[in-house]
């Protein structure tokens, strides 16, 4: 399942500002910092994210609700990471990769991890937390 578009861009516009006040302290939220891979501008994007174990390091996982075709993931993948704010801390985050849901749920750590596998969505992004 994807979340249409049109919510896509009505949360970019009316809900992230508002979101980025707390995202980055409430569990199951963060605010990922990427640069624009072809602006240079700086970005914060809200999102949900679940704790998770990659290749024995900490890291995170993102379920791509609207689907793979995000300007924050690309920006990601060509900067290959960028910064997150989360429980009020910032770290820098390395290493994204796209998964299907059922390939990235077994990296999910925590009591999240039966909702984040129930979750009608069908892929996620794993992220590295860089030491």
């Not at 998770?52 to 995000?70: F, H, K, Q, S, W």
């Not at 796209?98 to 996620?124: N, S």
């Amino acid at each position: 399942m994807q979340l249409p578009q049109w919510l896509a861009r009505f949360n970019r516009y009316v809900t992230n500002p508002i979101q980025r006040l707390w995202a980055g302290w409430l569990p199951t939220m963060a605010i990922l910092e990427h640069l624009g891979r072809k602006s240079g501008k700086r970005y914060r994007t809200p999102l949900t994210v679940f704790s998770a174990e990659v290749d024995g390091a900490p890291g995170v996982a993102i379920l791509l609700t609207y689907g793979p075709d995000r300007d924050w993931l690309k920006n990601l993948v060509a900067a290959d990471g960028g910064r997150m704010r989360r429980y009020g801390k910032t770290f820098d985050v390395t290493d994204p990769r796209r998964l299907t849901k059922a390939e990235a749920a077994p990296y999910v750590v925590g009591r999240w991890r039966p909702i984040f596998a129930r979750l009608p969505f069908d892929e996620a992004v794993l992220l590295t937390k860089a030491a």
